[in-house]
Nanobody, 116 residues
Framework: QVQLQESGPGLVKPSQTLSLTCTVS??????????WSWIRQPPGKGLEWVGA???????YFSPSLKSRTSISRDTSKNQFTLQLSSVTPEDTAVYYC????????WGQGTQVTVSA
């Protein structure tokens, strides 16, 4: 059973960089054909796909967030990390990591609030 767990600070100041890590167990992030995504849900709004990293390390980003987003991985720890720069209060959301191919698996989500 694949399990994902998000970790990172729950409060980030405006203009700083949000950094979240997803730790995966029960499956390798380098396993063929799988993609690993970050998805967020702002308060009162729907789900928004932020970006993904593929099994080969290729990255994909939402066009609206691409200029501020990076996703990296540490294969030795079976983790992938989201960094979102120059955050504003509009980036306040519950952030989820998920496997988004070959059967979807989600983390429980972590609340991130952008506030001074």
């Amino acid at each position: 059973q694949v399990q994902l767990q998000e970790s990172g600070p729950g409060l980030v100041k405006p203009s700083q960089t949000l950094s979240l890590t997803c730790t995966v167990s029960g499956g390798s992030i380098t396993a063929n054909l799988y993609h690993w995504s970050w998805i967020r849900q702002p308060p009162g709004k729907g789900l928004e796909w932020v970006g993904a990293i593929g099994y080969s390390g290729s990255t994909y980003f939402s066009p609206s967030l691409k200029s501020r987003t990076s996703i990296s991985r540490d294969t030795s720890k079976n983790q992938f990390t989201l960094q979102l720069s120059s955050v504003t209060p509009e980036d306040t959301a519950v952030y989820y990591c998920a496997r988004t191919s070959g059967g979807w698996y989600w983390g429980q989500g972590t609340q991130v609030t952008v506030s001074a």
